[in-house]
């Protein structure tokens, strides 16, 4: 079963070479590799359809590749999809079947199911429900919960007894901006006691504060790899404008200095080198006076930025947009 | 074992307390469904003789446990299908039969209600006495256990949830209307006959008018039959719960 010398020392989940097709000719993943290390969050992002559930379901042995390898800690998850199953502690996009439970019986249910003791376990629900201020729910029947209630018990099911690699998919979705917050903190807290946390999400405001590295994938293919500022960086312009328009006015026509200029509903978003600020304040504060923009501004690039540029199409933020907001169907 | 013993108390515990909330409901269609079988289909009758009371009240155990079998817990994994709820069940570090086992003990709890409510109220109703045999405890278990695997069958291989849905409905007609369950095999058609030859529904119903009453019956052709079903539909559930897309 072991097979540690095709294996780097360091790195606890190596995917290698994963490729998938559900339909012949249509790959839902195309060559995919990445490794992640004990300790690290690694952020998958990418647009619906781009192939991340399917990665993520590879791992757990819930889906075969078609050719490929994955190695985790050394063991080849793809003959022994088990130990995978031991090994990965995991948070579905898809709901969990917790009606008629409390969000306490949820909890520790699974990290029963997951090898904890009793004591241990009763434990730590009674952490998480503290650190992630439930206390109001921890008591009362599923039936009661909000969308984000339901997903914050679902992120304590996946983390109350983490595996060595904890895969969360969109943990945030439907949460409230406060409890993103400390939920953000648990997840650094899971990763500084060991565990290599892959993070799958839309969310890459999100993902740029809290991964220590990323992979973009679109169509089935890693597009891009790195820290969120080496990614920045091979990005070319450093800059970025953002302009919001009046309502029911068009977009102007951006300036030859703008580049990767996509528009959403009233938002428009463009990249621009450096020495090419001042013209772009003064486009802006034109635009503004004469009633087209309601308000703009100009700073550094962001990862939503490099995110936009890569996938290359204008509809990937606002499939962005909305996904933030909505609970997303699978991907 | 232990480990597997473990997950199964877990996984039990977790399934009832899923079902906690349909119980009411659960319970008052057992109650229904029981009196309906014994008391409602005899109204059909003119003249409901010795043998009649019989044939209704032994076959209610059977209707009723292959409509939970069959169509309940069917439907249930269909609709946990669509929600997508096994991705999240078989990525537990629980055996999947471990599982199935857990849910079918809850299919079968459940159903045990209105299979002892339906025996009751027959021979009260009838007006006569039930020669309980102890072969009945394992005869309506296997019985049960048939149509619950070969539910999870139905359920987990369809290529859609939906056509589970849709087999579901083509069951319940086949068993509660074109079934010697409630009347005698003769009763039938010749090519139904025929049919039910090959299916398990007429020795289930064997199964119970033998273990319960002084009626004569071949239980161990019965018992054969019955088992041969349950185990394929077992081995088709290990099967399908199993594969990898």
């Known amino acids: ?331 | 074992m232990p480990r597997a013993l473990r997950s199964y108390g877990l996984m039990l515990k977790w399934q009832v307390l899923s079902s906690k909330p349909l119980l009411p409901l659960e319970a008052a269609v057992q109650v229904m469904i029981a009196a309906g079988f014994v008391i409602g289909i005899s109204f059909l009758y003119p003249d409901v003789t010795p043998t009649t009371a019989r044939f209704l009240t032994t076959g209610a155990p059977t209707l009723i446990l292959l409509m939970t079998g069959l169509v309940l817990a069917p439907q249930i994994v269909a609709m946990a299908r669509t929600e997508g709820t096994f991705d999240y069940i078989w990525s537990l570090p629980v055996p999947r039969m471990v599982y199935i086992a857990a849910d079918a003990t809850v299919w079968v709890l459940v159903s045990l209600p209105g299979v002892i409510l339906a025996l009751v109220i027959g021979a009260v109703y009838h007006n006569f006495s039930l020669e309980i045999s102890p072969l009945v405890v394992p005869a309506l278990l296997l019985i049960a256990l048939t149509g619950i695997f070969v539910g999870y069958s139905i359920a987990h291989g369809a290529p859609r949830p939906q056509l589970a849905h849709l087999a579901t409905q083509i069951i319940v007609f086949l068993v509660m209307i074109f079934s010697p369950v409630i009347y005698p095999v003769e009763q039938l058609p010749g090519w139904l006959q025929a049919l039910h030859r090959g299916l398990p529904i007429k020795y289930m119903a064997d199964l119970s008018r033998g273990t319960l009453t002084d009626l004569d019956v071949n239980l161990g052709l019965a018992f054969a039959v019955v088992g041969a079903w349950c185990l394929a539909g077992f081995v088709l559930t290990y099967i399908l719960v199993h594969r990898r897309r």
């Open chain 1, 1 to 331: 079963m072991k097979s540690g010398n095709s294996t780097s020392p360091d790195m606890l989940l190596e995917i290698k070479h994963i490729n998938k097709e559900y339909v012949k000719g249509i790959r839902v993943n195309d060559d995919i590799s990445l490794s992640l290390q004990a300790g690290e969050i690694f952020g998958l992002l990418g647009p619906n359809g781009a192939g991340k559930t399917t990665l993520v379901n590879q791992i757990i042995g819930l889906v075969k590749p078609d050719s490929g390898s994955i190695m985790l800690d050394g063991v080849d998850v793809i003959a022994n999809p088990n130990f995978a199953r031991q090994a990965c502690s995991f948070q579905a996009q898809t709901q969990v079947p917790i009606t008629g439970l409390t969000a306490t019986q949820a909890i520790e249910l699974v990290g029963r199911v997951r090898g904890g003791s009793a004591e241990r376990i009763r434990q730590r629900t009674r952490e998480l429900i503290e650190l992630l201020e439930m206390e109001e729910w921890a008591k009362k029947t599923a039936e009661s919960f909000s969308g984000g209630m339901r997903r914050l018990v679902a992120f304590c099911m996946a983390v109350v007894e983490p595996g060595r690699v904890v895969i969360l998919d969109e943990p945030t979705n439907d949460v409230d901006p406060l409890r993103r917050r400390l939920l953000w903190r648990e997840v650094s807290a899971i990763a500084e006691m060991g565990s290599a946390v892959l993070l799958v999400t839309h969310n890459v405001l999100e993902a740029e504060r809290a991964v220590g590295r990323l992979a973009i994938i679109d169509q089935g293919k890693v597009i891009g790899m790195g820290t969120p500022a080496s990614l920045k960086e091979t990005d070319g312009e450093s800059m970025r404008l953002e302009l919001i328009l009046e309502p029911r006015v068009e977009a102007p026509l951006p300036p030859g200095f703008l580049q990767h200029t996509f528009v959403t509903g009233r938002r428009l978003v463009a990249s621009l080198e450096d020495s090419n600020v001042a013209p772009a304040l003064e486009w802006a504060r034109n635009l503004k006076e004469t009633d087209i923009v309601e308000e703009f501004s100009i700073g550094p690039t962001t990862l939503e930025d490099v995110y936009v540029k890569m996938v290359g199409r204008p509809d990937a933020l606002e499939m962005l947009d909305e996904e933030v907001k909505n609970a997303p169907s699978a991907s």
